[in-house]
C-alpha cells in the first residue's frame, strides 16, 4: 500500500496534463491485468456487456437512494453485474444456446429495461448516454477531491490496488482455472467460484471506471492490452506485465495526441491502443504476420536452392554432356524473382558456377546436392517397402521431405530399407 | 404511402426491420456470431462522422454509406486478425468494435469544434436511434433493402445452410465458403446500418439476437428457423411500437422481443425449460418404479412360480427406494401390485413386467461381464443405470447373440438368474 502514499505526495506537482494521464493510466492497469483472464478465457465481450447491463442497476440504485452518491449506485451495478454473469451462463448451460447469443440476449434486454426505467422514473435528471460512452477525462483535476487525491483517481487507484491484491493472492487459483478448469476442480479448487470471482472483478473495476474514463475506455482496456500481450508472451505472469504496460503507454500516447489535435482523450486512449495492438499483430518476433511471412519467405528461399542443387545433380547424373542454361532451370522450378535470387546466391556461395551460360555445380554444391538425392530415394524406397505405395507415387512425396531428413535419419532409414544401392525406380542412391 | 400518419410509418417501419433482423440474425446466431451485429453497430460510429466530414450531409442515406463502409473494414479487419494471428474471434470482435468506436467519439468531438461544421445533433439521433423522425423515403429504403436480403437468403438458401453448419464439408466441397462467410455477415452489415437509426446501437444488436435465439427453440430446421425468426421480429416491431407509446421505442421494441424469448425459453416444446423439465420428471418416476418392480421380483424370486406376499419392511432392506409407499401405491393404481393387509403381493401383470424388467438388467450385465470383461461384482451398478434406456430392439439382439454363442443360460428363455450374488440394498 506504498505506492497510493507516493501518489499523493506527489499530486501537488501535477499539472491538469499529467492528472488526466495518471488517471487514464490507473484505469487502464486496473482493467488491463483482470483483461487477460477475460481474453485467455475466451470471455472478451464480457466487458462490453457488463458495460451495458449495469444500467438498470445503476438506475434502481439511483431511484432508491435518491442520491448520485457513489456507494449504492455501486452496490446497483454490482449486482446487475453479478446478475448478468449469472443468466448468461445458466442460458448457456441449461437451455443449451451458445455463449456470445447467450450474452447479447441478456446484455441487450437488460439495457432496454434500463433505458425504459431511465425515461419512465428519472424525469429532471440529464441523462447524457453519449457522457457514458466518453467519461469526463479531461475534467479529471476539477474533481471534488477525496483525501486530496480527485475522486475519480481515488476510486480507481482503490480498484488497481484491489486487482493486484487479488491476483497475488489468487494466481495459482485463477491461473489454474484459466487453463484447465476440470484439472482445477479435480483438485479442490472450485472453477466456478472463480468464474464468479474474475466476473465480480470485472463489473466493480468496470463501473468504478466509468465515471473517469467512459464505458468504450473500459471495454477497450479489458481486452486489446491483454490481446495485444498474448501476441507477445506465452507466459501468463509477463503476459499480465506486458498488458499493464500497454495500458500505460496508451493513456501516455492517447493523451499526448488527444492534446496535440485537441480531442476527446479516453477515444484518443482507445485509438492507441488498438494501434498497439495492430503493430503487435504485424511485428510481433514469433506470432506477427511480419515474421510468419519472413519465415515462410525464408523456408521457401531454402527449398528452392535445394531444389535447384538436386535437379542440376540429376542431370549430371545422366553422364551426357548436356547441362542446363539458367533460362531452363528457373523456368523447371518456377520461375520468377525468388528464383533468380536463388541462382545467385548459390552462385555466391561456391555452390554452383556459370560457363559458357551453363550451370555447373561446384565440388561444395555437389556434396549437398548428393545428401539430398540420397535422402530422397531412401525415403522413395522406404515408401514402398513399408507402406507399400505404387511407384508412381513415391516422387513427390519424397521431393516434399528431403529437405527435412538430417544424416541420422538416412542412416536409421538405410538400416532399414533393403536397397542394393538402388531406388525402387532403379536408379543408384548416392553415399 | 403519402397518406401514412407517423404512427402507422413507424409501425411498418419497424416491422419490416425486425423481419429483416430476423432474418439475416439467424445466419450470425447460428455461426456463433451473435455480436458482430455488436461491432457493426459500434464501428459505424466513424464511418457516420467520415461521412458528415467529408460530404458535409446528414441524410439518411449519405450517413448509412459512410457507416457501411466503416462496417465492411470492421468486418475485413475480424476476418484478417482471425486468420492470420493467435487472437481468437471473441477477442478480435472486443479489438475492433473499441478501436472503431473509440475513433468514432475522436472524430465526433473534432466535429463539436467551432469552425468545423456545427453540431452533432443529427448524429446522435442516428446513432442512438428515433424512430419518431422515419420519413417516407427512409420506409422505401427499408422495403427495399428488406426485399434484397430476402432475395439474396432465397436465391443462396442451400449455400448458406451449408456454411452455417458444416464449413469444412461445404470447403471439400469447392464452395467458396470465405466469400459466402463474406456475403453472409456484409447482409448483416447492411441491416445493421439501415436499423441504426431506427433503434440505436445496442438495441440494433437485440434486434439481431432475440429473434433468432427466440426462432431457435422452436424447430431444428432452418427454414422454419428464419421465417420464425423474421416472425417474431416484424411482431416485436409491430407490438413494441404499439405497446410502447410513451416509451423510448427502441427499447420498447426489444423488451418485447425480451418477452417473447423468454416466453419461449419457458414454454417451448422439447427446448424450453418447463417441457425439460416435465420430461426429466417423467423418466425419473419411470426409474423409481421400475427399481420398486425389480426389487419385488428379486424377492419373490425364491418362491416362484408361487407368488408371495412381501412385508414393507423386507423390501425396504433389500433396496433403498426414496418414498416407497407413494411407489406402491402407484403401482396398485397400476393394477401391477395388490395389498394383503400390511404387506403387498406382485399381480400376473406386475410379475409380467417385473420378469421382463428383471431380464433386460441381467441380460445387459450377462453382455458385460461375457463381452466387455467386467468383473461380475461390478456389473449391477452399470446396468442399474442403463437398464432404463435400453430399447426392446437392442434386448432381443443381446438374448440371440447370446444364445447364439451358446452363453445365454436355458433358464433366461424366461428369466436369467444373476450372475452376482443377490444382497441387500444390492
Known amino acids: 500500500m506504498d505506492s497510493p502514499t507516493l501518489i499523493i505526495a506527489a499530486l501537488p506537482e501535477l499539472t491538469s496534463g499529467q492528472l488526466v494521464m495518471l488517471t487514464g493510466a490507473v484505469t487502464n492497469v486496473a482493467c488491463a491485468i483482470i483483461g487477460c483472464f477475460l481474453v485467455l478465457r475466451r470471455m472478451s465481450m464480457m466487458g462490453d456487456a457488463l458495460a451495458h447491463a449495469v444500467l438498470p442497476g445503476l438506475v434502481v440504485a439511483f431511484l432508491l437512494s435518491g442520491s448520485m452518491s457513489i456507494l449504492p449506485l455501486f452496490i446497483g451495478a454490482v449486482i446487475c453485474g453479478l446478475l448478468t454473469t449469472f443468466l448468461t451462463q445458466t442460458l448457456h448451460q441449461y437451455a443449451r444456446m451458445p455463449s456470445d447469443a447467450s450474452m447479447g440476449v441478456v446484455f441487450t434486454s437488460l439495457f432496454a429495461l434500463g433505458v425504459v426505467l431511465v425515461k419512465k422514473f428519472v424525469s429532471g435528471l440529464h441523462f447524457d448516454i453519449a457522457c457514458v460512452y466518453e467519461g469526463t477525462l479531461e475534467l479529471v483535476s476539477l474533481a471534488e477531491p477525496i483525501a486530496g487525491v480527485p475522486r475519480p483517481l481515488f476510486t480507481t487507484s482503490i480498484m488497481l490496488a484491489v486487482n493486484v491484491a487479488m491476483l497475488i493472492l489468487l494466481w495459482k487459483e485463477l491461473k489454474l482455472s484459466s487453463f484447465d478448469p476440470a484439472l482445477a476442480t479435480t483438485i479442490g479448487i472450485s472453477a466456478t467460484g472463480m468464474h464468479y470471482l474474475l466476473m465480480t472483478l470485472v463489473a466493480v473495476t468496470a463501473v468504478a471506471s466509468f465515471e473517469a474514463v467512459g464505458s468504450i475506455l473500459v471495454v477497450a482496456m479489458l481486452i486489446v492490452p491483454a490481446a495485444t500481450a498474448h501476441l507477445l508472451t506465452d507466459r501468463l505472469a509477463s503476459m499480465v506485465v506486458i498488458s499493464s504496460a500497454v495500458g500505460v503507454a496508451s493513456a501516455v500516447l492517447g493523451y499526448q495526441a488527444a492534446a496535440y489535435w485537441n480531442t476527446n482523450v479516453a477515444g484518443m486512449m482507445t485509438v492507441a491502443a488498438g494501434l498497439l495492438y495492430a503493430s503487435a499483430m504485424f511485428f510481433s518476433p514469433r506470432y506477427g504476420i511480419c515474421s510468419k511471412l519472413l519465415r515462410n519467405l525464408r523456408m521457401s528461399a531454402r527449398v528452392l536452392r535445394e531444389d535447384l542443387l538436386a535437379m542440376l545433380y540429376r542431370v549430371e547424373e545422366l553422364g551426357t554432356a548436356k547441362r542446363l542454361t539458367i533460362r531452363e532451370a528457373s523456368e523447371a522450378v518456377g520461375g520468377g524473382w525468388l528464383t533468380r535470387w536463388g541462382i545467385k546466391s548459390l552462385e555466391q556461395g561456391g555452390q554452383i558456377q556459370q560457363s559458357t551460360n551453363k550451370l555447373e555445380l561446384t565440388e561444395a554444391g555437389r556434396e549437398v546436392a548428393r545428401k539430398l538425392v540420397r535422402s530422397h530415394r531412401l525415403w522413395e524406397t522406404f515408401l514402398v517397402q513399408y507402406l507399400d505405395m505404387p511407384l508412381d507415387h513415391v516422387h513427390e512425396p519424397a521431393h516434399r521431405v528431403e529437405h527435412f531428413i538430417d544424416e541420422q535419419l538416412q542412416e536409421k532409414l538405410e538400416k532399414r530399407v533393403d536397397t542394393d544401392g538402388q531406388d525402387p525406380h532403379g536408379r543408384e542412391i548416392p553415399q | ?426
Open chain 2, 1 to 426: 404511402m403519402m397518406s401514412l400518419s407517423l404512427t402507422e410509418k413507424v409501425m411498418i417501419g419497424t416491422a419490416l426491420l425486425g423481419g429483416m433482423s430476423g432474418m439475416v440474425g439467424s445466419f450470425a446466431v447460428l455461426r456463433r456470431r451473435s455480436l458482430v451485429g455488436d461491432m457493426l453497430a459500434h464501428a459505424a460510429l466513424p464511418g457516420v462522422c467520415l461521412a458528415f466530414l467529408l460530404l458535409g450531409t446528414k441524410s439518411l442515406l449519405g450517413l448509412s454509406i459512410g457507416a457501411l463502409g466503416t462496417g465492411l473494414l470492421a468486418i475485413a479487419a475480424v476476418t484478417m486478425i482471425v486468420r492470420w494471428t493467435r487472437t481468437k474471434e471473441d477477442a478480435a470482435i472486443g479489438i475492433v468494435l473499441s478501436t472503431f468506436f473509440g475513433a468514432g467519439v475522436v472524430l465526433l468531438s473534432l466535429i463539436q469544434k467551432p469552425g468545423v461544421g456545427g453540431s452533432k445533433a443529427g448524429l446522435d439521433s442516428y446513432l442512438f436511434g428515433e424512430p419518431g423522425n422515419m420519413l417516407t423515403g427512409d420506409l422505401t429504403l427499408l422495403a427495399i433493402v428488406g426485399l434484397a436480403v430476402l432475395l439474396l437468403v432465397g436465391a443462396l438458401f442451400k449455400e448458406f445452410s451449408l456454411v452455417c453448419f458444416d464449413t469444412d464439408f461445404a470447403q471439400s466441397q469447392g464452395w467458396p465458403t470465405l466469400r459466402l462467410d463474406l456475403l453472409m455477415m456484409a447482409s448483416l452489415a447492411v441491416v445493421t446500418i439501415v436499423g441504426l437509426p431506427i433503434v440505436g446501437v445496442i438495441l440494433m444488436t437485440a434486434m439481431i439476437i432475440l429473434p433468432a435465439t427466440t426462432a431457435r427453440f422452436w424447430t431444428n430446421r432452418l427454414a422454419h428457423m428464419l421465417l420464425l425468426s423474421a416472425g417474431f421480429g416484424m411482431a416485436a416491431g409491430l407490438l413494441g411500437t404499439r405497446l410502447g407509446r410513451g416509451l423510448p421505442a427502441g427499447a420498447a421494441i426489444v423488451l418485447t422481443a425480451a418477452a417473447f424469448f423468454l416466453l419461449s425459453l419457458l414454454f417451448a416444446p422439447e427446448r424450453g425449460v418447463l417441457a425439460r423439465l416435465l420430461a426429466e420428471y417423467r423418466l425419473r418416476k419411470r426409474i423409481e418404479r421400475e427399481h420398486l418392480l425389480r426389487a419385488l421380483y428379486e424377492l419373490s424370486e425364491p418362491d416362484l412360480p408361487s407368488v408371495p406376499t412381501l412385508e414393507v419392511a423386507a423390501i425396504e432392506e433389500h433396496r433403498y427406494l426414496r418414498s416407497l409407499q407413494r411407489l406402491l401405491e402407484r403401482a396398485v393404481e397400476a393394477g401391477e401390485l395388490e395389498r394383503v393387509g400390511n404387506a403387498v403381493r406382485l399381480t400376473p401383470l406386475g410379475l409380467r413386467h417385473a420378469a421382463r424388467l428383471t431380464k433386460a438388467h441381467r441380460l445387459w450385465e450377462l453382455f458385460m461381464v461375457r463381452h466387455v470383461g467386467i468383473a461380475s461384482d461390478h456389473v449391477d451398478r452399470g446396468a442399474d443405470d442403463v437398464e432404463h434406456l435400453l430399447p426392446e430392439s437392442l434386448l432381443i439382439e443381446l438374448e440371440e447373440k447370446l444364445a447364439s454363442e451358446g452363453r445365454l443360460p436355458n433358464v433366461v428363455a424366461e428369466v436369467p438368474s444373476s450372475p452376482h450374488e443377490l444382497g441387500t440394498n444390492s
